[in-house]
């Protein structure tokens, strides 16, 4: 199986400001075949399922704010919040789907400092 | 703008069967550019992906699972279903389907999500 870890657990940042998430796969998740990592982004806020906000890395998902970016390649990736929003207080989750099982990061818990 | 909806029991006896349902709005079940999968969270814990099927009827399970788990699809119903077999309180957890989108016969994302369906294995 694929471990992912992300790191922090939780990231306090205030309004208007930048915040970062790390997410470490075990092994590369780029699939040669298209060139692509098949990591995802997802945002999860209280009692509802989660949204994907990123695929392949660092595609946005239709309808998702420019202020959300990935990038990375291989078996290190990063989403970045350019400036933090008061609705963007959720818990974030990456999933990589190179390989069954599909695994999923630990998530972050992202709040307003 | 498509909807999963999920239908099943929010209760289960210990060693009995869960079995939950997801009925999609559109026909998209029928087509070589989707598949569908199932992902479960206990109650203030992360993500676990279950397993998933294509449209033609390959599956894909989790190994922590798979002598459990069986998922179907009956694309003439537009709908896919899960079973876990001898459930206990660990299996206790809100239920999601999602859709997993192929790009140019690449696989990406779970782009859309059921509403959720917390299962709770309790006597």
């Known amino acids: 199986d694929i471990a992912v870890t992300q790191s922090p657990d939780s990231l306090a940042v205030s309004l208007g400001e930048r915040a970062t998430i790390s997410c470490k796969s075990s092994?590369?998740?780029?699939?040669?075949?298209?060139?692509?990592?098949?990591l995802g982004w997802y945002q999860q806020k209280p009692g509802q399922p989660p949204k994907l906000l990123i695929y392949?890395?660092?595609t946005r998902e239709s309808g998702v704010p420019d202020r959300f970016s990935g990038s990375g390649s291989g078996t290190d990736f990063t989403l970045t919040i350019s400036s933090l929003q008061a609705e963007d207080v959720a818990v974030y989750y990456c999933q990589q789907y190179y390989s069954t099982p599909y695994t999923f990061g630990q998530g972050t818990k992202l709040e307003i400092k | 703008q498509l909807q999963l909806q999920q239908s099943g029991p929010g209760l289960v006896k210990p060693s009995e069967t869960l079995s939950l349902t997801c009925s999609v709005s559109d026909d998209s079940s029928s087509r070589s550019t989707y598949y569908w999968g199932w992902v479960r969270q206990p109650p203030g814990k992360g993500l676990e992906w279950i397993g998933s099927?294509?449209?033609?009827?390959?599956?894909y399970y989790n190994p922590s699972l798979k002598s459990r788990v069986t998922i179907s699809v009956d694309t003439s119903k537009r709908h896919f279903s899960l079973n876990l077999t001898s459930v206990t309180a660990a299996d206790t957890a809100v239920y999601y389907c999602a859709r997993h989108r192929l790009l140019t016969g690449f696989l990406v994302g779970l782009d859309y999500w059921g509403q959720g369906t917390l299962v709770t294995v309790s006597s």
């Open positions: 099927i294509y449209y033609s009827g390959n599956t």
């Open positions: 392949w890395a660092s």
């Open positions: 092994q590369s998740i780029l699939y040669r075949a298209n060139n692509k990592n098949y």
